[in-house]
């Protein structure tokens, strides 16, 4: 499969994206955040930093790059796309997710690795993480805690398109492992029609042994499990 | 012209750095602070004399870029 890992003046996290699927076996192309076209992409990934220095506001300004027409379009078609930390951010400016990111409870940077609850197994994003397995991720941000108001949150409910709580080492949910003040302790989500996702911590950085947990495979592994499955459709 | 825009967090977004300003406010003595919202403050500095176009075309920009309705309000003024 090839993704199309964007880039934003300040993206930082576009090379572990690449990196990652190339542990995985597959190939990407970057795409400079001024291109109008994503090329011959079955995925699309929003990657993480710091994208036009988070002037404004996080994710504000890269939300009208005319990169992100293209992933408008790509998205309405049905193709996946998956926002990391900064990423998870432009989607939800671009209005392609519901909800915002605002500044952590503790008003602190937390870079340290946490926990995820898988709360919906059978999306394309999580369709091949093993049952109750806890991924450990890391997360690497300042403004991360999700916010959306009740109706928002109930329609999140209601159609299970939360994906990730943050939970302990054991797979509660607790305010202790809550590492931002999300509300309902949301790691990540996705759009009702369940083709995009967003989620705060790094499944990129989580591909490898070495760097500590390589449960971030799980995730891009059921992405290309979804497009896998796709493909014959594709063909016919 | 000129128009400016004040944005503030939503009353029911947890706003953390109001909070800490408050307590900080409440150390050096000043205990009748019942709460600070920490926001920000824009001058646009417009061309033209059309103020009701002006403030209907920034309106939309207020609501569209300068603020995110999910977890802010704004102010705007034409002068």
Redesign the interface.
Known sequence: MHFAVLQFPASNCDQDAVHAIRVLGHTSDLVWHKDTSLGAADAVIVPGGFSYGDY??TG?IAR?SPVMQAVREFASQGGLVIGICNGFQIL??AGLLP??L??????QFRCEHVFLKTTTPDSPFTNQIPVGKVLKVPIAHGEG?Y???PATLERLQANRQILWNYCDAAGTLTERSNPN?SVLGIAGICNEQRNIAGLMPHPERACEPILGSDDGQWIFRSMLHTLAARAPAKAA | MKAKIIITPKRAVLDPQGKTVQNALAQMGHTNVAGVHVGKYLEIELTGTDREAARQALDEACHRFLSNPVIEDYQLVIE
Request: hydrophobic content about 45%; glycine content about 10%.
């Open positions: 404004l506001r504000a009208f939800c400016e909800g915002a605002v500044r952590n409870r503790s008003l805690a916010f959306a108001d003040g």
